[in-house]
């Protein structure tokens, strides 16, 4: 392999392509006069497939710049963060799912430490955005959620 | 005068109290987030659009515009000051600007960003008066299948913009527009690519993947090398340009205002194109070409005001044909689908106000920017100094909660994680996802065309090259992809040479 950085775009493209290919058939195609709901997808997947395989194969052909390493600190402690306010916000309420997610986040950086500052500085962006969202935009977030309303009787 | 007319109904909209109060709203939370470093309008407007879903439709674009200006100017700021542009469009202004910001001019660069956008911006609003309406009248003769053309225009025309292969651009644009077809066929009502996921029956939500691929992944590719975060202000003092500094800037100003507002019609076209094209432009005509890279104040002032005229103008696609031509635009159909507004050609006969407002607010806009953001330029001199690792967690709680304001769902929030890994490994694999956006509200719109126009010629394609306006399209389309594949070719030529010798 000479290029790595199309090997892999090719392979993204060829595997969501086969598979949307496959979901696709099981969708009426119809015809070119009355296109089914299979016959945009089908052909759109088709084609995919066919650039996936030109990448794969120039892959080999031409000179490729390789691919940098995957920063897996950064990646794991943003995407975990996101994936925390999912799971905690229901439960937990929107002012402890928001605190959670600065904190897995900001593990990303390699200097992070838990200093008194910071912590005040994200408890005070935290107040302001269930005062924004929650109290003024009235988004349907419970502001703090069933496990914890036995702790605080009063909100 | 059906023009000023028309630009009096708007500016009785746009200067209601309330709709002043969003603009400026707009605006100022527009310019605080576009000047954080590596955030341009996309994950700005992405982020700050659920502020808007409660609001009245005129109210919530007046307010959506207000932040893409804000957006805008903030990544010029930036740009000017450390030299990260948030954007490409404010890449060229960094070559100028950033030089005059280190040899302590920054205050007159960014009064020079400042001016001539404004100027652009006006120009460009009337330039908007004018050319809408016929755009909207000639639409009326559009058929399905000059849509579908168009559109396949607007698509290979989006390829230029992307940097890296023709080939994995294309692939971007075939991924986007199967994105797009997840959820229920309207013509059929069955669950097309949502694999039994309920959530998934009214389709991915357009904020989910842009806020995924443009936000997340860049906040995580930020993060891969802190070091080089650390940026160095330049002290911002004496914000006005001298009297030579504006007869300097003014023959710049309105060639970059004619440059823009042409190729900001254009599908493909917008802030970005503008800005390269009307520096190039400047370079060569320009007495002061020699200066040009080394702080020349005529290299700021040409692509500001061609970026802004070019993102005001490529509203006139947006607004009468209902078809976006860069990935703003795109973001911008869907807050106008999510008030219920279908853009097309309708939109400017049945409401007026909406149209007209929007318009008229965009002039508005740049008013504030210009008023607003020289005083509080310290504000965000401040904003850009604080350290990115205490910024981005911010910005990963904007974007969550904005994405869990769509629809009150975690399932929302869960398909960012993976939107937000994907939009990672692109941006290792270098792959451009700014085709995959606009395929991805393009898409349905298209396959309805297609689906009409099919049907109306009997199954006959030949409908697509019989037809004048589709068969312009496609011919424009097919001549962008020769003018591609040309110098991809001559650089093939030329590394093979090198290897020979």
Redesign the interface.
């Known amino acids: 392999m000479r290029a790595p950085?199309?090997f892999?775009?090719g392979a993204?493209?060829l595997v969501?392509?086969v598979v949307?290919f496959f979901?696709?058939r099981n969708?009426?195609f119809g015809?070119?006069?009355?296109?089914?709901?299979g016959y945009?997808?089908t052909v759109?997947?088709g084609?995919?497939t066919l650039?996936?395989l030109?990448?794969l194969v120039?892959a080999f052909v031409?000179?490729g710049?390789p691919?940098?390493a995957?920063?897996l600190r950064?990646?794991a402690s943003?995407?975990g963060?996101?994936?925390v306010?999912?799971?905690a916000?229901?439960p937990l309420g929107g002012a402890v799912a928001?605190l959670l997610?600065?904190?897995v986040?900001?593990t990303?950086?390699?200097?992070?430490k838990l200093a008194p500052l910071?912590l005040l500085?994200?408890s005070g962006?935290v107040a302001i955005?269930c005062l924004v969202?929650i109290e003024m935009?009235?988004?349907?977030?419970p502001l703090v959620g069933p496990w914890l309303r036995p702790l605080l009787p009063n909100f | 005068m059906d023009v000023i007319a028309n630009l009096g109904l708007g500016l009785q909209v746009a200067l209601e109290p309330t709709n002043l109060l969003y603009c400026l709203l707009g605006v100022l939370l527009g310019t605080a987030i576009g000047v954080l470093p590596g955030l341009g309008p996309v994950p700005t407007i992405a982020m700050l659009l659920p502020l808007t879903y409660g609001l009245a439709p005129d109210s919530a674009l007046i307010m959506l515009a207000g932040i893409f200006y804000g957006a805008q100017y903030g990544g010029s700021t930036t740009a000017i000051l450390v030299n990260l542009p948030g954007e490409s469009s404010s890449v060229v202004t960094a070559l100028d600007g950033y030089r005059m910001a280190r040899a302590g001019h920054a205050g007159r660069a960014l009064a020079t960003a400042a001016i001539s956008s404004f100027v652009a911006g006006t120009i460009a609003t009337v330039v908007i008066a004018i050319a809408a309406p016929l755009l909207a009248g000639a639409a009326l003769a559009f058929g399905p299948a000059d849509y579908f053309s168009l559109m396949v225009l607007g698509l290979i025309a989006s390829v230029v913009l992307a940097s890296g292969s023709l080939l994995h651009a294309i692939g971007m644009i075939l991924l986007g527009l199967i994105l797009g077809v997840v959820g229920t066929d309207i013509n059929s009502g069955i669950a097309r690519f949502t694999f039994e996921v309920p959530q998934l029956a009214d389709g991915i939500d357009f904020v989910v993947i842009a806020m995924g691929l443009f936000g997340i992944g860049e906040i995580v590719a930020n993060l891969e090398d802190e070091t080089s975060r650390t940026a160095i202000m330049p002290k911002v003092k004496n914000l006005f340009p001298t009297r030579d500094d504006l007869r300097r800037i003014i023959g710049p100003t309105l060639r970059g205002t004619a440059m823009g507002s042409v190729l900001g019609i254009l599908p493909g076209g917008g802030a970005v194109l503008s800005s390269f094209s009307a520096y190039a432009l400047e370079k060569r005509v320009s007495k002061n070409s020699a200066q040009f890279g080394k702080g020349a104040i005529e290299g700021v002032a040409a692509p500001e005001a061609a970026n802004n005229a070019g993102a005001q103008t490529s509203f006139i696609p947006m607004l009468t044909l209902g078809i976006p031509s860069n990935p703003v635009m795109a973001l911008m159909i869907g807050a106008l689908m999510i008030q219920g507004i279908q853009p097309g050609p309708s939109v400017m006969v049945q409401q007026p106000t909406l149209f007209w407002g929007l318009i008229a607010s965009m002039w508005c806009g740049n008013l504030m920017l210009i008023i607003l953001n020289l005083p509080l330029v310290g504000l965000w001199v401040k904003m850009i100094s604080v350290p990115y690792r205490y910024l981005f967690p911010a910005i990963v709680l904007f974007s969550v909660i904005g994405v869990f304001t769509l629809s009150n769902s975690t399932f929302h929030v869960y398909l960012l994680a993976g939107f937000g890994i994907l939009g990672y490994i692109f941006k290792k694999l270098d792959a451009e996802p700014a085709p995959l956006l606009l395929a991805l509200i393009l898409g349905p719109m298209m396959e309805e065309e297609l689906r009409r126009a099919m049907m109306l010629s009997k199954g006959d394609a030949m409908v697509f090259v019989s037809r004048p306006i589709s068969a312009t399209m496609l011919a424009v389309a097919l001549v962008l992809l020769a003018l591609m594949v040309a110098p991809a070719l001559r650089k093939k030529r030329e590394s093979a040479f090198h290897e020979d010798s």
């Open positions: 950085k199309d892999w775009t993204i493209y969501i392509g949307g979901v696709a969708y009426s015809s070119t006069t009355r296109m089914g709901p945009f997808p759109l997947a084609l995919l650039v996936g030109i990448s120039r031409v000179e710049a691919v940098g995957l920063a950064p990646l943003v995407v963060a996101i994936v306010f999912g799971l916000v229901v928001m997610t600065i904190l986040a900001a990303a950086s390699r200097q992070f910071p500085g994200a962006l955005c969202f935009l009235n988004v349907p977030m």
